[in-house]
């Protein structure tokens, strides 16, 4: 099937910068939307950042000018350069894609399994 693997995150102090990237592999013909997703403790899960096949790019207001979403369609993989980090953002990150799959031949959507960022101040 298709398959989620995220790397990058840990504990960075305030101000710091960190590089999330969210690989996919499996049954994958082509990928549409990639996206990551946060949650915090006590949270709604949130979009943080978008991008489309077209590299048509949208951002949460809180991290715009902060973040940057970018893709290598390549190797079907997602990034996210997180710069000038907050306490704020401490979360846990999630990418998540719409793509469609070869096997099903459906377009379906899958989430990552979620990595722990922790900004201390």
């Known amino acids: 099937q298709v398959q989620l693997v995220e790397s990058g995150g840990g504990l960075v102090q305030a101000g710091g910068s960190l590089r999330l990237s969210c690989a996919a592999s499996?049954?994958?013909?082509?990928?549409?939307?990639m996206n990551w997703y946060r949650q915090a403790p006590g949270k709604q899960r949130e979009l943080v950042a978008a991008?489309?096949?077209?590299?048509?790019?949208n951002y949460h207001d809180s991290v715009k000018g902060r973040f940057t979403i970018s893709r290598d369609n390549a190797k079907n993989t997602v990034y996210l350069q997180m710069n000038s980090l907050k306490p704020e953002d401490t979360a846990v990150y999630y990418c998540?894609?719409?793509?469609?799959?070869?096997?099903?031949?459906?377009?379906?959507?899958?989430w990552g399994q979620g990595i722990q960022v922790t900004v201390s101040s």
């Open positions: 998540y894609v719409r793509l469609y799959n070869t096997r099903s031949l459906r377009v379906e959507a899958y």
């Open positions: 499996g049954s994958i013909f082509s990928i549409n939307t």
């Open positions: 991008i489309t096949d077209r590299d048509s790019t």
